[in-house]
């Protein structure tokens, strides 16, 4: 059972476009969501996080928007650069438990 | 960067041999974790380490075992590896005041034939 799901295994952005990629959950006890950026032949890199009790994080280019009530998380990356071109994993826990990630989504930025 | 290092980072080995994976890091982080990466999976957890000698399994651990007796070393083995266990591995380590962030190795990347 997919508690955490990526359902865009791609997508591509022109380059200085938005890129918005999206998760969902299932397990309304998650109380925290990361995103993790990786990049081939390395190990995942955190990039952006966001508490239950927000619904917005911004660092610099990316944002992180939490809807509970849909159980939907996305991230923002705006504008988007070649090297923003990686795997973004979504991951959620629960009272400090153990991440449960999703399947990534492979972003391409085109020039 | 996080210290963390991953030994082999590469290796292929035949079917019913057992194969070690080490984990090594430099921060003194309290807990360490075992993953597999696979297409259509992303990241699975295989076991993890809340303290030296202090070890559970995680949602895919059938066929692998861990050690840690050290607070800078986690060990994955498998005992007999199969070919389902061709994957690559990650290790990652999370500080006892944010364990919610993980730190990530390089990974190894296991062929078993």
């Known amino acids: 059972d997919q508690q955490v799901k990526q359902n865009s295994p791609s997508l591509s952005v022109q380059e200085g476009r938005i890129s918005i990629l999206n998760c969902d959950y299932t397990?309304?006890?998650?109380?925290?969501f990361l995103w993790y950026k990786k990049y081939p032949a390395e190990g995942p890199t955190f990039l952006i996080s966001?508490?239950?009790?927000?619904d917005k994080n911004e660092d610099g280019r990316f944002t992180v928007f939490l809807n509970k009530s849909a159980k939907h998380l996305s991230l923002h990356i705006v504008p988007s650069q070649p090297g923003d071109s990686a795997v973004y994993f979504c991951a959620a826990s629960q009272l400090n438990e153990k991440l449960t990630f999703g399947t990534g989504t492979r972003l391409t930025i085109i020039p | 960067d996080a210290g963390i290092t991953q030994s082999p980072r590469h290796k292929v080995t035949e079917t019913g041999t057992p194969v070690t994976l080490r984990c090594h890091q430099t921060?003194?982080?309290?807990?360490m974790y075992w993953y597999r990466q696979d297409p259509g999976h992303g990241l699975r957890l295989i076991h993890y380490s809340y303290g030296v000698k202090d070890t559970d399994k995680g949602e895919v651990s059938d066929g692998y075992s861990v050690s840690r007796s050290k607070t800078e070393d986690f060990l994955l083995t498998l005992e007999s590896a199969t070919s389902s266990q061709t994957s690559v591995y990650f290790c990652?380590?999370?500080?006892?005041?944010?364990?919610?962030?993980?730190?990530f190795g390089p990974g190894t990347r296991l062929t078993v034939l």
């Open positions: 397990n309304s006890m998650f109380d925290y």
């Open positions: 990652a380590i999370s500080d006892l005041a944010d364990t919610d962030t993980q730190y």
């Open positions: 966001i508490s239950s009790i927000k």
């Open positions: 921060e003194n982080h309290r807990y």
